[in-house]
């Protein structure tokens, strides 16, 4: 009798098979490919493999492997098609060697698999037998599938990209490194997985996968990744305003296996976009501007104002946040009936609990924008957060009690300019007709018809904490769909800023007054001014004006509002947060009962910071990049910080600057050595006691 046959030796042939299933960046030892896709291997035995030999090569995921639930797969390169859709064949036997070919099926689970060589009776276990398997969007097999390469590279591909903050107006690109092929991340995802509880069977499908771990990104319910903080009080961790990227975040968690604090929507939103692109499945950050929140499903957020105009936060239940920040993920939904495929909403924000626990999606883009809020999963949340209608209230004290007098709806002011980054390029682009049909069109009063009648209808009544206790009398149920008055004196309110708004000069503010028909017009005038966090929630009201303007036919006014620095700048040293300027505005026409109310968010302005570095660079060979800021403002900043990270070229790292007084330049100098080929990008970023946000990047292309 022969010798038996035994394996000496596997090679998985990792530059080889990593480039073509486009996993070459990961920066892991063991084997990373996608499914559905032929990856080869070769053995070698100590002796050449016949036809009589028996050979099997075994794939094994989970505590237990077994045949019947596809968690063992066992493959025989003599036998026809295996059942578990998996395929193998010789491509060449010459020698003591073999080359095989391994297709893993399009459905198969997704996750960390164990490789085994079973010969008759010997079992060879190679030192290191993991292999990685991952969604794949290249697949057209794949429920993943994305049929551009341009979308692949950006939503799959790319490990940096920008994350649209500020407000509705007044919009800019927070740059966020997404670092999915960093070290310990994707080990990070698989234990993600494992936590999540997924049968292994429902580990094969992207909506199953996206939905739990929009649970796991947030630390509520299950110990996740990040815990979520919106006090203003980030002491005994990490401020949400401090993160730029999510590695450092993924990799802490994995190593202590605790939450990491703290998260904010951008930064929940950043990681959770990490997690699905590193495990294949398309992804992007998506921001809505003036987003509805709580709104109880009823579709209307109700906003209080005193009589100077200043936003009363305590008796508001349902807020408008600047901006709100969540994901979109590409499959297919073989659950829906047909036409719900592509683009779904995704969010790990912890805000609402879904079925029990705070998880948010995959709601179908198209479902959103036609009202078909009944699909699951969270259309009608999703739905009013970029449709809601804002109701203004104003609270007057009559003989000693409050009395709520509606002055206006605006049906367009929530979801607008929903943002994302643009494919390929270092710009926004604005998705909202994804999200819904222009504002007043045919197919938009259908879809929101359709949605209203799942939607529990509200009367006109404010929903104040204080507010059952008043005589409602007149306030009437109407319906949903509201029709704006036709105004006498078209009259119109416009808000800007006269002067640059940096911090440390007085707000130079101006509200400007028009009318547009013919008549002699009295107008009563109220604006204020405060601060106010990205949730909505006044931090400090800072001065108002109040006057009376006589206007004739068509004409204009301008009304200044001038806030001086000694008003905000302590309010600016106390938060921990970014803050707005929000300037509200009433007017109400003497003898009609036209009223208008306005209201405007704008940023503070700030110097920059300029990262100085060569564009180009070879690999592995140092350069030196600098990162210069002066501080052109007329107040000193104190405990200033600059934070840096070069994916592929250095690790994060920190510079404590101290205080920083008007007029005087900064410089830090890093010494880098590229670690990997291609467009790579370096992001600083500045905070200090009274700034949160300067930030800045640069591109540097890294050759051979």
Not at 501 to 508: A, F, Q, S, T, V
């Amino acid at each position: 009798p022969g010798t038996d046959l035994e394996v000496t030796g596997i090679d998985l042939l990792k530059s080889q098979n990593s480039r073509l299933h486009h996993t070459d960046a990961y920066n892991i030892e063991s084997l990373v490919v996608r499914r559905g896709q032929a990856f080869q291997l070769q053995l070698s035995f100590n002796r050449e493999l016949k036809a009589a030999d028996k050979l099997v090569l075994c794939f094994g995921i989970g505590k237990r492997p077994m045949k019947i639930r596809w968690t063992l797969i066992s493959l025989n390169p003599r036998r026809e098609q295996d059942l578990s859709e998996w395929q193998i064949s010789i491509i060449k036997n010459s020698g003591k060697e073999c080359l095989l070919s391994v297709i893993s099926s399009p459905r198969a689970t997704v996750g960390r698999y164990t490789l085994n060589v079973k010969t008759g009776t010997n079992i060879y276990k190679p030192k290191n037998n993991a292999v990685y398997l991952l969604f794949n969007p290249w697949c057209e097999a794949d429920v993943v599938f994305l049929d551009d390469e341009a979308q692949r590279k950006e939503y799959v591909l790319n490990d940096t990209g920008y994350i649209y903050v500020g407000s509705a107006y007044n919009i800019y690109g927070r740059p966020w490194n997404f670092g999915q092929f960093e070290e310990f991340i994707l080990d990070a995802c698989m234990y993600l997985l494992d936590k999540s509880k997924l049968k292994l069977s429902n580990r094969t499908d992207p909506v199953f996968v996206s939905r739990a771990m929009s649970a796991l990104v947030n630390a509520n319910d299950d110990r996740g990744v990040l815990l979520g903080n919106w006090s203003g009080n980030y002491s005994n961790g990490t401020s949400p305003m401090d993160w730029i990227g999510s590695v450092s975040i993924l990799q802490k968690y994995y190593k202590t296996k605790k939450p990491v604090c703290y998260g904010q929507c951008w930064v929940f939103s950043g990681v959770l976009t990490t997690v699905m692109r590193c495990l294949g499945i398309p992804s992007r950050c998506v921001t809505n501007f003036s987003s509805a929140h709580d709104t109880e499903e009823n579709l209307r957020v109700d906003i209080y104002l005193n009589e100077l105009g200043e936003k009363l936060n305590s008796i508001s239940f349902d807020s408008i946040w600047n901006f709100h920040v969540w994901n979109d993920v590409w499959m297919k939904r073989m659950d829906l009936p047909a036409g719900f495929d592509g683009w779904q909403a995704i969010d790990s924000t912890p805000q609402e609990l879904s079925q029990g626990i705070f998880q948010c999606g995959p709601c179908s883009l198209k479902a959103i924008r036609d009202g078909d809020v009944y699909l699951p999963f969270d259309s009608k949340f999703l739905y009013a957060e970029v449709n809601a209608d804002k109701v203004y209230w104003v609270v007057k004290n009559v003989n000693g009690k409050d009395k709520y007098i509606r002055i206006s709806t605006e049906t367009q002011g929530i979801g607008i300019n929903i943002s994302t980054k643009a494919v390929g390029q270092n710009k926004r682009e604005d998705i909202t007709a994804q999200y819904k049909y222009p504002e007043g069109s045919r197919e938009e009063r259908k879809a929101m018809q359709k949605a209203s009648s799942f939607i529990r209808p509200s009367g006109m009544v404010p929903r104040a904490r204080f507010a059952s206790t008043l005589p409602m009398g007149h306030m009437a149920s109407e319906p949903r769909v509201l029709h704006e008055a036709v105004s006498k004196t078209g009259l119109q309110l416009e808000i800007t800023n006269t002067e640059a708004l940096y911090p440390g000069n007085p707000l130079e503010l101006a509200i400007t007054v028009k009318t547009s028909t013919p008549g002699s017009w009295t107008i009563n005038l109220a604006s204020s001014c405060q601060l106010q966090s990205y949730t909505g929630k006044v931090e400090a009201s800072l001065g108002y004006v109040k006057d009376t303007i006589k206007l004739e036919g068509k004409s204009e006014m301008q009304v200044p509002l001038k806030i001086a620095a000694d008003e905000y700048m302590k309010t600016l040293a106390l938060v921990e947060d970014e803050v707005f300027i929000l300037i509200t505005a009433i007017a109400e026409v003497q003898g009609t009962d036209e009223k208008l109310t306005k209201e405007t968010t704008m940023s503070f302005e700030y110097p920059p910071i300029t990262v100085q570095m060569p564009e180009t660079a070879k690999l592995n060979k140092d350069f030196s990049c600098a990162f210069i800021f002066k501080n052109k403002l007329n107040v000193p900043l104190d405990n200033c910080k600059l934070l840096v990270e070069g994916l592929g070229i250095f690790k994060k790292s920190v510079f404590d600057e101290g205080h920083v007084e008007p007029g005087r330049i900064i410089k830090s100098e890093i010494i880098c050595t590229p670690t990997r080929l291609g467009e790579k990008k370096i992001i600083a970023k500045l905070i200090s006691t009274q700034i949160k946000g300067i930030s800045a990047e640069k591109a540097i292309t890294i050759t051979e």
